[in-house]
């Protein structure tokens, strides 16, 4: 069992950054593939990046590519998402996701423990 929690998430300008963090509590934090995910309203949750047990493969969409970085500090039970470059596009609730897939993966399913979200707002 994981439990996840975001933070990190408000209110910014468009061209600017945010640093999300999702801490972990539970057992084997370096078991699980981490996920971010994002939902704005009224769409479909969608992929933003995930990263390996090690922290050695990532995998991003192509939306965020070049703009967004996942990492992972398994010693803190930590996954940071760097957002540079913001755009209102990125508006939408973020969450983060654990999962026991072999390898980094953008579905959905494939993620068994979920945060409960934060907040990402950017304004024009």
């Known amino acids: 069992q994981v439990q996840l929690v975001e933070s990190g998430g408000g209110l910014v300008q468009a061209g600017g950054s945010l640093r999300l963090s999702c801490a972990a509590s539970g057992r084997a934090f370096s078991w699980y593939v981490l996920g971010w995910f994002r939902q704005a309203p009224g769409k479909e949750r969608e992929f933003v990046a995930a990263?390996?047990?090690?922290?050695?493969?990532?995998l991003y969409a192509d939306s965020v590519k070049g703009r967004f970085t996942i990492s992972r500090d398994n010693a803190k039970n930590t996954v940071y998402l760097q957002m540079n470059s913001l755009n209102p596009e990125d508006t939408a609730v973020y969450y983060c996701a654990a999962g026991t897939t072999v390898v980094p993966d953008t579905i959905v399913q494939k993620y068994d423990y979920w945060g409960q979200g934060t907040q990402v707002t950017v304004s024009s």
């Open positions: 990263i390996s047990r090690s922290g050695g493969n990532t």
